[in-house]
Nanobody, 122 residues
Framework: QVQLVESGGGLVQAGVSLRLSCAASGRTFSNYAMGWFRQAPGKDREFVAAISWSGGSTYYADSVKGRFTISRDNARNTVYLQMNNLKPEDTAVYYC???????????????WGQGTQVTVSS
């Protein structure tokens, strides 16, 4: 089992930055690929970004490419999502997830956090 706890969400104005953190405990963190997903009201959960177990490979949704950066610190068992130039359409609950491989589908991840709310006002 892997337990994941997200933090860092909040209410911000458009154009500012936020950094989300996801702290992991349980099984060896560095064995897992990590992903960030988000879910807006009335919409399906969607892929945002993913990072390989080593941190050497990263992937992004087109909607966040160039604005968001995913990173991880295996010594601290933590994955981050730096979000710059936030837009109202980024408003959602953000979830981190752990899985065996770096992939896009929600079903590719085995463990999920409880989510953190990000609200961007215009």
């Amino acid at each position: 089992q892997v337990q994941l706890v997200e933090s860092g969400g909040g209410l911000v104005q458009a154009g500012v930055s936020l950094r989300l953190s996801c702290a992991a405990s349980g099984r060896t963190f560095s064995n897992y690929a990590m992903g960030w997903f988000r879910q807006a009201p009335g919409k399906d959960r969607e892929f945002v970004a993913a990072i390989s177990w080593s941190g050497g490979s990263t992937y992004y949704a087109d909607s966040v490419k160039g604005r968001f950066t995913i990173s991880r610190d295996n010594a601290r068992n933590t994955v981050y999502l730096q979000m710059n130039n936030l837009k109202p359409e980024d408003t959602a609950v953000y979830y981190c997830a752990a899985g065996p491989v770096t992939t896009y589908p929600v079903g590719g991840y085995d463990y999920w956090g409880q989510g953190t709310q990000v609200t961007v006002s215009s």
